[in-house]
């Protein structure tokens, strides 16, 4: 391997909890940034810059149902309708007071953070399942309300068209843009999610999810911190719906239903539980997959099949092939994606000298 | 770059087009949104493959203008994201216009498609607003919108309850989803008009539970006629439950989504559906001559026509909806034949669409600058004997109604 890691001694607190104690990872980082902000939006066509910022957008929903069911240990099946909440509540500032999105995204945030805060109270007297179902119950309520409620929805259609954001008198419209303009919030939710979970209250969060009790009896206030972890969890569905909208030009809680929320959840659980990267991972595995496994049977199908068939076995192959990967990941690795990379990063750590 | 040829050679074999890149630049692309997955699967999967096979019959007699037609299908499981992935594909393949399948689809990809001048085609997936060509000048519903089916339904039950409506009831049964609701204003509207009372009936998602709802129609509310506008499995579920409540279904009327052979097969077959009137915004049945031609082309290969096409009336809407837009599609060749034609240059082709009858398996449609839906034309067809049986020839009713609501809407913004 090019680096070694002896030679690095921690002298101080802050080297402790330094993101990146060694320099090579500094490096790496760099290098992540220049292929995010240079190569990929310079070197990628549209079309592929589009399904990028699919991804940037899921990152953000991924990473705040990891704060909440990865760090907290709360399950939700809740997620969709917070960003259905965030949606709407952006869509209504923007068009009827005429907000720009600067004022709009977070307020859309904010809103979300109190509703999912709501929702989230059933958490503190019960756990688990029941919660999950209680989250349930919150998808369904938000779903119907916004459906049926024409001062949220805008009318029959309950949809509401959003202006493209503007900044600085240009307007942020191709796939282009919008990368930079997503790229931004992936990045602050990134930044956001590795520094809150390292912070007292991470440290709480985690407390919570491996023992309440103990949390409790440590001098954790578990009411607050529970709403917490809903809050800003929702926080960040809030902001994922108010993405969409500004992507989609339209907010639409049609795509906000219950199934977004499982996928969701199905994304941090492959990717793993309780990791930044893991919520990553796992956003692009349930993004991408579709879309390669399509391809790839566009290009080879054709040996197998006749024309009018593949078409038919196209999309109901890719969803038994997606079902069946990730059965596959989690059986060859429960922990996810994240322990994955983790296994081989750590066996090429020592490599040649594995022991 | 090796893996894009190898993809792109893949997609010419998908496409049934065959190898031909010599013509590749003069290929006219339209792309095709799918649900052969997902909710309403019933649907695409008949549906589908009528458009296939309508543009593998034009290219084997030379294609539209010498132009031979190229048409690519993604499914996207009735979800928005793997939508939006999908249009930007179709955009890289250089799309001139595209099917935007499903409502929430519709919403989401309205302001891409208009920025990108790629007109879109929205038929039965609402934006009934959408008429208005001058506000949606890249969204083409092309067929009856359901504020046109909703005229259509209450004109048919007019003239089903004997010339008036004055006093009678009218159940509306609905998907309680923004489809499902879009009629709802026109329905008021009508029933202040013709002096009838309307009460709606709202079948939660997944809709496979109505019961309670039946019952309600049938026996406490006591409708003279039920208007249902249900999508996917929950059409079969209401003609099962009107039935088992002892609601004649003769006085049914279904809009385009719950109108299909399959939906009456799933109901439990031909003998409990009989009477039950349906809404059809294209031909039904296989008595049309693009149909024998298609199974004359097949035959020619050696092959069984497809089973899907036993599915007639969404096979044969999967042929409308592409044979409209290949009228499109003429219109700009015959302005600019070299082929280079763009998505604004078929857009004004959709504007002069005009008496595409296809032997009257395709409505009368005729498309202007300001009207994106062609006049709202359907037929009404009762499930009779095993078949589905033509009760009237195209129509449509009320249109100062329609032309209220659109402006209305216009006007909201």
């Avoid at chain 1, 024409?150 to 068209?161: E, T």
């Avoid at chain 2, 792109?8 to 799918?34: F, K, N, Q, R, S």
């Avoid at chain 2, 499930?383 to 006007?411: F, N, S």
Wanted: proline share 5%; with cysteine.
């Amino acid at each position: 391997m090019i680096h070694r890691e002896c030679g690095v001694l921690k002298t101080s607190y802050e080297a402790d909890m330094a993101f990146y104690p060694l320099p090579i990872a500094r490096w790496a980082v760099a290098v992540v940034a220049v292929l995010m902000f240079v190569v990929l939006p310079l070197g990628l066509e549209e079309y592929y810059l589009s399904i990028v910022n699919l991804i940037s957008i899921t990152v953000v929903g991924a990473l705040g149902l990891n704060i909440l069911t990865g760090y907290t240990g709360q399950i939700s099946i809740g997620h969709g309708a917070f960003m259905s909440v965030g949606a709407y509540t952006a869509a209504n500032f923007a068009v009827r007071l005429g907000f720009p999105f600067w004022l709009s995204l977070p307020l859309g945030g904010l809103m979300a953070a109190a509703v999912g805060a709501i929702v989230g109270t059933p958490s503190l007297r019960i756990k688990g399942l029941y919660l999950a179902i209680a989250t349930l119950a919150g998808q369904l309520i938000i779903e119907w309300t916004i459906n049926h409620v024409k001062w949220i929805s805008g009318g029959v259609q309950a949809s509401i068209v959003v202006p493209r954001p503007q900044l600085f008198g240009l307007t942020i419209a191709t796939q282009r843009q919008m990368y930079f303009f997503l790229l931004v919030f992936v990045v602050l939710a990134v930044v956001g999610t590795m520094n809150l979970v390292r912070s007292r209250i991470g440290r709480a969060f985690i407390a919570i999810r491996d023992h309440d009790i103990a949390a409790e009896i440590i001098g954790i206030d578990i009411f607050r911190f529970k709403l917490l972890a809903f809050a800003i969890s929702s926080f960040y569905a809030g902001v994922t719906g108010v993405l969409y909208t500004y992507y989609l030009g339209i907010a639409n809680y049609e795509q906000f239903q219950i199934g977004t929320s499982i996928d969701y959840l199905a994304m941090i659980i492959i990717g793993g539980l309780g990791s930044v990267l893991g919520s990553i991972f796992g956003a692009i595995f349930v993004t991408l997959l579709p879309i390669v496994l399509r391809y790839a049977m566009e290009a080879f199908g054709g040996l197998v099949f006749s024309p009018g068939d593949v078409l038919n076995i196209i999309p109901n192959l890719r969803l038994i092939v997606f079902g069946g990967l990730i059965i596959f990941f989690l059986v060859v690795e429960p922990e996810g994606l994240n322990r994955l990379w983790r296994n081989i990063r750590n066996y090429f750590r020592v490599w040649p000298f594995a022991y | 770059m090796k893996r894009c040829l190898v993809v792109l050679m893949g997609l010419a074999l998908v496409g049934g087009v065959g190898a031909a890149p010599a013509m590749a630049t003069h290929e006219i692309v339209i792309g095709l949104l799918c649900d052969r997955t997902g909710a309403t699967q019933v649907v695409g999967v008949n549906l589908c493959p009528g458009s296939h096979d309508y543009v593998k019959l034009l290219n084997s007699k030379g294609g539209v203008e010498g132009h031979k037609i190229k048409l690519i299908e993604v499914d996207h499981e009735y979800k928005v994201p793997p939508a939006v992935e999908a249009y930007e594909r179709f955009k890289k393949e250089g799309a001139v216009t595209v099917v935007l399948y499903g409502t929430p689809i519709v919403y989401g990809l309205t302001q891409k498609v208009t920025e990108d001048k790629i007109p879109g085609i929205t038929p039965g997936f609402g934006r009934s607003d959408a008429t208005d060509g001058t506000r949606y000048p890249y969204i083409f519903p092309l067929m009856a919108t359901y504020w046109s089916q909703a005229t259509a339904a209450v004109k048919f039950s007019k003239d089903q309850l004997g010339g008036s409506l004055k006093g009678k009831k009218i159940a509306y049964l609905f998907f309680d989803n923004p489809a499902g609701q879009e009629p709802i204003p026109v329905l008021q509207d009508l029933a202040a008009l013709e002096g009838f009372e309307l009460r709606t009936f709202a079948v939660p998602s997944p809709g496979v539970e109505m019961g309670a709802q039946a019952l309600d129609i049938a026996q406490r509310y006591r409708a003279d006629f039920v208007i249902a506008h249900l999508f996917g499995r929950s059409p079969s579920v209401s003609i099962k439950e009107l039935k088992r409540v002892g609601y004649p279904l003769r006085k049914v009327v279904s809009f385009v989504w719950g109108a299909a052979e399959a939906d009456i097969e799933a109901a439990g077959g031909w003998a409990v559906a009989e009477g039950y009137n349906t809404i059809q915004f294209a031909g039904v049945g296989q008595d049309f001559p693009v149909i024998r031609e298609i199974k004359e082309m097949y035959k020619k290969e050696g092959k069984e026509p497809p089973k899907e096409m036993a599915s007639t009336v969404y096979y044969n809407r999967g042929i409308v909806w592409v044979a409209l837009q290949v009228e499109a599609i003429r219109n700009a060749l015959k302005a600019k034949p070299d082929g280079k034609i763009t998505g604004a240059d078929v857009k004004l082709g959709f504007e002069k669409v005009k008496g595409v009858t296809l032997g009257g398996l395709v409505p009368p449609v005729e498309l202007t600058p300001n009207d994106h839906e062609g006049g709202g034309w359907v037929q009404i067809w009762q499930a009779k004997g095993g078949k589905l049986v033509k009760l009237t020839d195209w129509y449509k009713a009320y249109p100062e109604v329609l032309a209220k609501h659109i402006k209305e809407a216009g006007a909201k913004k």
